[in-house]
């Protein structure tokens, strides 16, 4: 029922930062927890990190941990991935997901290919 819509998306240099937002439509995001995720040309999706609805704790993949950041505001419907320093290898379509799974470690990543709600993407570019 909800749909999920990121923008935020573009292109910046090496160092810089970047806030992508998820809005949802059509449905709250307090009956889910939130993940992004990102593929780049000829990779696999790679789970980033997610947030947990019901106490916001996140988790975040060892290789954005320190880096990017997940927020969530409940007022506007909308979740955040705040990324610091980015660096070439973070060019990739980015893609917020919903799913009642709970975020809990890994095990949410590992199994966010098979979640049936995600956004249509958003394209960041880092250049130097």
């Known amino acids: 029922q909800v749909q999920l819509v990121e923008s935020g998306g573009g292109s910046v240099q090496v160092g810089e930062s970047m806030r992508l937002s998820c809005a949802a439509f059509g449905g709250s995001l307090n009956y889910n927890d939130i993940g992004w995720f990102r593929q780049a040309p000829g990779k696999e999706r790679e789970g980033l990190g997610c947030i947990n609805t019901r106490d916001g704790s996140t988790y975040y993949a060892d290789s954005v941990k320190g880096r990017f950041t997940i927020a969530r505001d409940n007022a506007k419907n909308s979740v955040y991935l705040q990324m610091e320093n980015l660096m070439n290898e973070d060019t990739a379509v980015y893609y917020c997901?919903?799913?009642?799974?709970?975020?809990?470690?890994?095990?949410?990543?590992?199994?966010?290919?098979?979640?049936?709600?995600w956004g249509q993407g958003t394209q960041v570019t880092v250049a130097s």
């Open positions: 997901v919903a799913d009642p799974t709970p975020c809990v470690g890994p095990n949410w990543l590992l199994l966010g290919t098979l979640f049936e709600t």
